[in-house]
């Protein structure tokens, strides 16, 4: 079983940054893909981010892009994305999610392991 916990969620203007962090523990492996997606009221979820087990390869939304970065440490098991430039509509809870495989994908049916989320609010 793997275990992910978000943390870095809040409240912030249009225009600011914050930096989401989520930590794996138990039973995970390296060769995995970790990604974010969101979820906002009345709204599906839907896919933000993703990387791949090497950190090499990441994909991103088409409403993120040039504004938001994934990244990843193997050694902390940990995945970060960093937002820039936020906008009222990227308000959400956000969830990290593992998934095994060497690649990344946007499906998040691909994905076994799901964090709690944290809520990320951007006011204008």
């Known amino acids: 079983q793997v275990q992910l916990v978000e943390s870095g969620g809040g409240l912030v203007q249009a225009g600011g940054s914050l930096r989401l962090s989520c930590a794996a523990s138990g039973r995970t492996s390296a060769l995995n893909m970790m990604a974010w997606f969101r979820q906002a009221p009345g709204k599906e979820r839907e896919f933000v981010a993703a990387?791949?087990?090497?950190?090499?390869?990441?994909g991103y939304a088409d409403s993120v892009k040039g504004r938001f970065t994934i990244s990843r440490d193997n050694a902390k098991n940990t995945v970060d994305l960093q937002m820039n430039n936020l906008k009222s509509e990227d308000t959400a809870v956000y969830y990290c999610?593992?998934?095994?495989?060497?690649?990344?994908?946007?499906?998040?049916?691909?994905?076994?392991?799901w964090g709690q989320g944290t809520q990320v609010t951007v006011s204008s």
């Open positions: 990387i791949n087990w090497t950190g090499r390869s990441t």
């Open positions: 999610a593992q998934g095994g495989g060497i690649s990344w994908s946007e499906d998040d049916r691909r994905y076994d392991y």
